[in-house]
């Protein structure tokens, strides 16, 4: 059974930053690609970041802000978000491919606001 389990959300002021985690578990971490995605009320879900075997990507509006980074011994993944603004918030979800099945984290939510 794959479960995903984020953490780190919050209220931060606008500047601010977060880092969101994401610990694994059920798959091998290592080999799978893994997503940071969220979605904002009324918004569709947009992809944030991705982290593949070979490298990250980046959503054009968080590119230079937020970084994905993962630590395979740990299954987890984080997400480090600078220079945060209020469109930022958003709900944040973990997620990834495993066996042709897409798998979800429960979400954790962000909250830029003055």
């Known amino acids: 059974q794959v479960q995903l389990v984020e953490s780190g959300g919050g209220l931060v002021q606008p500047g601010g930053s977060l880092r969101l985690s994401c610990t694994a578990s059920?798959?091998?971490?290592?080999?799978?690609?893994m997503n940071w995605y969220r979605q904002a009320p009324g918004k569709q879900r947009e992809l944030v970041a991705t982290f593949t075997t070979t490298g990250t990507n980046y959503g054009n509006s968080v590119q230079g802000r937020f970084t994905i980074s993962r630590d395979n011994a740990k299954n987890t993944v984080y997400l480090q978000m600078n220079s945060l603004k209020p469109e930022d918030t958003a709900v944040y979800y973990c997620?990834?491919?495993?066996?042709?099945?897409?798998?979800w984290g429960q979400g954790t939510q962000v909250t830029v606001s003055s």
């Open positions: 059920g798959i091998i971490f290592s080999r799978y690609t």
């Open positions: 997620h990834t491919i495993y066996n042709y099945h897409n798998y």
